[in-house]
């Protein structure tokens, strides 16, 4: 027998991430070296603005199943920091790598945390105890919207847990047992979800002795507050006697912010740490929203270098932006161009009001405006790969499936953040979508965004203007009332644009063509290679029922669990003899002839070529496969994939009239 060799590197690494966890996959080596004893170390270093260097990682991140000795080919990673860079380097091994003397075979891949959750937190303090309480504090570890303090008795730690939350950095944990020992845990929750829990940290409550000197300092801090307040209070009164008109003043600069606000919040409040959508259109001068909302940049500190593309006000440039005290960044800067009418203006800065309100890894990031000087320019982080449907139309069948469904985990998560701000996009689609270099998507383009009211069956009604048909809801279309159910239906088209690559929705059918097959129940089919799975949550987004869409909450966690348990994407719809029946099947259109079935999508250039390879009944072209079609002459891909999807809706709907006892 040949000697046999170390193995090569492993290809094709790719990743994805969510707020909590980094799933990383790759390929098998080409080469295994003649044997069977495959496995993987997977080495983790993290790297600063410099790439050179770099790091160990950490022992606080976390590898599921295991960083050594792996037989699959996937690895989970948890607990990482937030805003940080780490390199993975997976290294192939077999049972004689240990006696070679050559460089180990590593395949490597960096990934940028920016789409990560909030950071661990760090460490626990216990400010002071008590027979029955404890006090904790902690440092911040970024914006956050409040902490969760898991606390439970040491002896009992199998047993049961309690908890509590707390909007500040500190807690004091009451009803606690005398002089018992606890273990506590806290995690941050921000707008882009929860941290791991931090590592566990034991204190113990106190006996009589130290209940009396924590009343004592309860005592010095009431004490002193009471003096400060009163100080405090005799300033306040003398400086309002010699103005005489600072009541005034703050009594009318209250009631003018009061009844902005209560105009703008639709008479609702919003809890505490919970932000919301203020509507541009509220105010009288939209330059004054621009400045609320937008940050004001020196046109001298913006470098324009070319013309990417054109805009619905003007040119879209690439170029870098000098940051004060900090290195150039890439930003893409739409002008408004010479020329315009208010009405061009007052839109162009309606846009920058509403991007300067969202801060999410999955929104297009507003770095400011230039409003003082012309031309008028909004600047926004560079997205290097462009718009999603042109950059996958580009990659067509170069990813994996896992890896898609990381783009659409990032589009839900953005959309989600919008709808719990109680904002509708309204023109949710791939081409609205942008893509950076790590393959993050971040929704874009708020120009027909729109305000809604703090109620779930809120939804906006407009009295004209243009409505992209095919990625808007029936209520949208017949009514022209949007809401977050019709984003809903608009993101099912966007999974099935991203699962066929590009592919246009409905293909060449005419917008009423499309109008009245929704209306009679038709829609789109499974593109080739879509595990049922994503069909089946696409066709829960398109219920004609919007109360029975699901929200992005639900949509965000069921792509977690998917990209959790990526064995549950395996199953195609393809490989399924018999497709699940959707819930409207029985009003999808039914064909007479291979000739009606070529017409309704399109492709009645074929007819010829299917009779000819004598496909002449509708239920032999149910059994048709992929090579089958390429073998009967139709060589375009996107013109395969319609074809093939089209195929699988008949089956489907043979499938279902055959269950009736008809034969067809």
């Known amino acids: 027998m040949a000697c046999t060799r170390p193995p090569s590197p492993p290809r094709n690494v790719v990743f994805n991430i969510n707020e909590t966890s980094l799933y990383l996959e790759w390929s098998p080596p080409s080469d295994t070296g003649g044997r069977k004893d495959l496995t993987y170390n997977v080495l983790c270093k993290r790297c600063g603005s410099d790439p050179q260097q770099c790091e160990l990682c950490s022992g606080g991140l976390r590898f599921v199943p295991r960083p050594q000795g792996l037989t699959n080919a996937s690895v989970t990673v948890l607990d990482f920091t937030a805003h940080a860079n780490y390199t993975f380097e997976i290294e192939s091994l077999n049972g004689v790598s240990e006696l070679s003397s050559v460089p180990r075979p590593v395949a490597a891949i960096t990934v940028s945390t920016d789409q990560g959750g909030p950071s661990l937190v760090g460490l626990v303090k216990k400010d002071w105890a008590s027979q029955n309480s404890i006090a904790l504090s902690w440092q911040e570890p970024g914006q956050v919207v409040d902490y969760e303090v898991k606390y439970y008795e040491k002896e009992h730690e199998q047993l049961s847990y309690s908890s509590t939350r707390t909007k500040t950095p500190s807690a004091i944990i009451a009803g606690l047992k005398p002089s018992t020992r606890y273990i506590f845990h806290v995690r941050a929750h921000t707008s882009t979800g929860y941290s791991g829990y931090s590592p566990k940290f034991e204190f113990e409550t106190g006996d009589e002795t130290s209940d009396m000197a924590a009343d004592q300092g309860q005592v010095l801090v009431i004490v002193t507050a009471a003096v400060g307040g009163f100080a405090l209070l005799v300033i306040l009164t003398l400086f309002f006697l010699i103005t005489g008109r600072c009541q005034w003043y703050i009594k009318a600069k209250m009631k003018s912010v009061e009844k902005r606000r209560a105009h703008c919040l639709n008479g609702h409040i919003p809890f505490p740490g919970i932000k919301t959508y203020i509507d541009p259109d509220t105010y009288e001068d939209p330059a004054q929203a621009v400045h609320e909302f937008a940050k004001e940049i020196d046109p001298t500190r913006i470098r324009i270098e070319r013309v990417i593309g054109a805009g619905e006000f003007g040119e879209v440039c690439s170029g870098r932006l000098r940051c004060p005290g900090k290195r150039e960044i890439p930003v893409a800067i739409k002008t408004l161009k010479g020329g315009y009418v208010e009405r061009q203006r007052r839109d162009f800065l309606r846009e920058a009001s509403i991007m300067g309100q969202f801060d999410h890894p999955n929104i297009i990031r507003l770095e400011g405006v230039v409003t003082k000087s012309q031309p008028a320019m909004i600047v926004v982080e560079f997205m290097e790969n462009g718009s999603l449907d042109s ?54 383009d708020f120009g027909l965004s729109r305000v809604l009211e703090d109620d779930p069956e809120a939804a906006y009604t407009t009295t004209g203007g243009k409505i992209p048909i095919r990625w808007t809801s029936p209520e949208a279309i017949a009514y022209r009332k949007f809401s977050s159910a019709s984003d809903t239906w608009s993101y099912g088209i966007v999974m099935w644009e991203v699962m066929s690559y590009g592919e246009r929705p409905y293909w060449e059918m005419s917008n009423q063509d499309v109008i009245l097959s929704i209306e009679e129940g038709y829609r789109l089919p499974a593109p080739m290679g879509c595990p049922v799975a994503l069909h089946e949550l696409m066709l829960h987004c398109w219920q004609k029922e919007r109360s029975l869409r699901p929200r992005f909450t639900d949509i965000v966690s069921f792509l977690d669990k998917l990209i959790c348990e990526p064995s549950s994407l395996l199953t195609l719809v393809e490989d399924m003899e018999s497709l699940p029946e959707s819930p409207d099947v029985s009003d999808y259109p039914l064909f007479i002839s291979i000739g009606d079935w070529l017409d309704s999508i399109k492709m009645s250039q074929y007819k010829n070529n299917f009779l000819a390879a004598g496909f002449t009944t509708l239920d032999s072209i149910t059994r048709m496969s992929i090579e089958d079609v390429r073998r009967i002459g139709v060589t375009l891909i996107g013109h395969q994939r319609r074809i093939v999807s089209s195929i699988q809706t008949l089956r489907l709907q043979l499938v279902h009239v055959q269950e009736k006892g008809f034969h067809v």
Do not use: E
């Open 391 to 444: 950059f996958l139309r580009k990659h067509d069948g170069h990813f994996t499936v896992i890896q898609l469904v990381g783009m659409l985990r990032g589009i839900a998560s953005g959309m989600k953040y919008l709808s719990d701000m109680g904002y509708v996009h309204r023109d949710l689609a791939a081409r609205n979508i942008l893509v950076n270099s790590n393959l993050v998507c971040k929704v874009s």
